[in-house]
């Protein structure tokens, strides 16, 4: 069973920035899977904000991109997003994500709120 640990959500001002970790665990494979952060604004659907595989490849939403960056460090299972530029958009609940044997698991979600 895939868990995560989120963090580094909170209240930051337009323009700001924020960095969030998500450590997984639970599965030998996951350090082969593709990590990624998404998002889920009030009365929205889910949205892609990033991914990266073990190897390094990454994939961003089209809203974030150069704004945000994603880095993963494979020793420690464990992906940050570095939000930069923040805006009142951005506002949402930010949630972990890897699929293993194709099946998905998400994170408990982190809360970013962007806002004067």
């Known amino acids: 069973q895939v868990q995560f640990v989120e963090s580094g959500g909170g209240l930051v001002q337009p323009g700001e920035s924020l960095k969030l970790s998500c450590t997984a665990s639970g599965s030998t494979f996951i350090r082969f899977s593709v990590l990624g952060w998404y998002r889920q604004a009030a009365g929205k659907q889910r949205e892609l904000v990033a991914n990266?595989?073990?190897?390094?490849?990454?994939n961003y939403g089209d809203s974030v991109k150069d704004r945000f960056y994603i880095e993963r460090d494979n020793a420690k299972n464990t992906i940050y997003l570095h939000m930069n530029t923040l805006k009142p958009e951005d506002t949402a609940v930010y949630y972990c994500?890897?699929?293993?044997?194709?099946?998905?698991?998400w994170g408990q979600g982190t809360q970013v709120s962007v806002s004067s």
């Open positions: 994500k890897t699929t293993l044997d194709r099946r998905d698991y």
């Open positions: 990266i595989s073990s190897g390094g490849d990454t």
